[in-house]
């Protein structure tokens, strides 16, 4: 989960203009990410940096290399990257609740072969 935290802190950073020691004049950085996380074409992304006033989660005084149609596919990308953490932390709860409630049966049909007068004070 940390590393995909840490990217998409990395793209933001960089469509928001922050830079990293990169380029100011260019926004081929941007542009390299955009693409390898496959966010959305590269066309969508500019040459160089321009106003970012229509920008709403890479607002910026300075110049940015983000436009708003590349904001747009950055939301959808993060709301999926967060739905597929989500969906492989629930399976795995799922598996663990499942094998414990499994392992509970066991004990219990254990316990009432070895005590039967124990099962008619058991609930479940």
Known sequence: MGEVWTSCCVLLAALCGLGFGLNPNTCEEVRKVFQLRQIGPIQLSPLSPRAGSD??????????CCTKKMEEKYQVAARRDIQNLLQMSSTSLKFLISRNVAA????QSEQSRVCPPCRSNTTV
Request: contains cysteine; aromatic residues 8%; charged residues 15%.
């Open 55 to 64: 920008l709403q989660v890479c607002s910026s005084k300075n110049l940015t």
């Open 104 to 107: 509970f049966q066991v004990r």
